[in-house]
């Protein structure tokens, strides 16, 4: 089992581009998230899935956008990008909301 | 709203003795869990010790054990044994439904 992949593991954009990181799970979890890691901020919830077709706003969701059209996927945009969302980028899926939580290796973003 | 305070911005350890990492939390749901990640400089995060509110056995896993608090919302990690491996960022986290909440973490350096 690969576990949770993330793609790509380092991007680097112009203000105003636009881009899609993108989450993939094999094992079956119903839940998903994205977060942003910031120095000194921990890690903090962007948006949410509880299962196929469902989306959710977290903590920061403000320039970002998700889709989870298939299960096993979770899609994160950015559809203009800002230098504030300069950040690192984990995806994380759980079995149930009390479980633990698998994290991808996270994806590097800079925002120029 | 749920919070996940540590206080610890950063804390040195000698290699073989033991560290106690703080975590508090405030909530008012009765039914949550508790969770203690390790980040090393990989930026992989992986699961150390999980801690289910309704048990009051304090969790266990080898060199790692909690010291859970339920009335004073209290949740430290205490790492026995300290080795080289253990150094890294430590994130407690909190989740009462299937959103978690994420600690400012902690960075746990261990002296040779």
């Known amino acids: 089992n690969a576990g949770v992949t993330q793609t790509p593991k380092f991007r680097v954009l112009k203000t105003g581009q636009s881009m899609t990181l993108l989450c993939a799970q094999d094992m079956n979890h119903e839940y998903m998230y994205w977060y942003r890691q910031d120095p000194g901020m921990g890690l903090r919830l962007i948006h949410y899935?509880?299962?196929?077709?469902?989306?959710a706003k977290g903590e920061v969701p403000d320039g970002y956008n998700v889709s989870r059209l298939k299960k096993q996927n979770f899609l994160l945009g950015l559809e203009s990008a800002a230098p504030s969302q300069t950040s690192v980028y984990f995806c994380?899926?759980?079995?149930?909301?009390?479980?633990?939580?698998?994290f991808g290796p996270g994806t590097r973003l800079t925002v120029l | 709203a749920q919070t996940v305070t540590q206080s610890q911005p950063e804390m040195s350890v000698q290699e073989a003795e033991t560290v106690t990492l703080s975590c508090t939390y405030d909530t008012s749901e009765s039914d949550y869990y508790l969770f203690w990640y390790k980040q090393p400089p990989s930026r992989q995060m992986i699961l150390v010790i999980r801690q289910e509110a309704y048990k009051q056995q304090n969790a266990t896993e080898n060199r790692f054990s909690v010291n859970f608090q339920k009335a004073a919302k209290s949740f430290s990690l205490k790492i026995s044994d300290s080795q080289l491996g253990d150094a890294a960022m430590y994130f407690c986290?909190?989740?009462?439904?299937?959103?978690?909440?994420f600690g400012t973490g902690t960075r746990l350096k261990v002296l040779a």
């Open positions: 986290a909190y989740t009462g439904t299937y959103k978690y909440i």
């Open positions: 899935s509880v299962g196929e077709g469902t989306t």
């Open positions: 994380a899926s759980s079995y149930e909301g009390f479980n633990e939580q698998f």
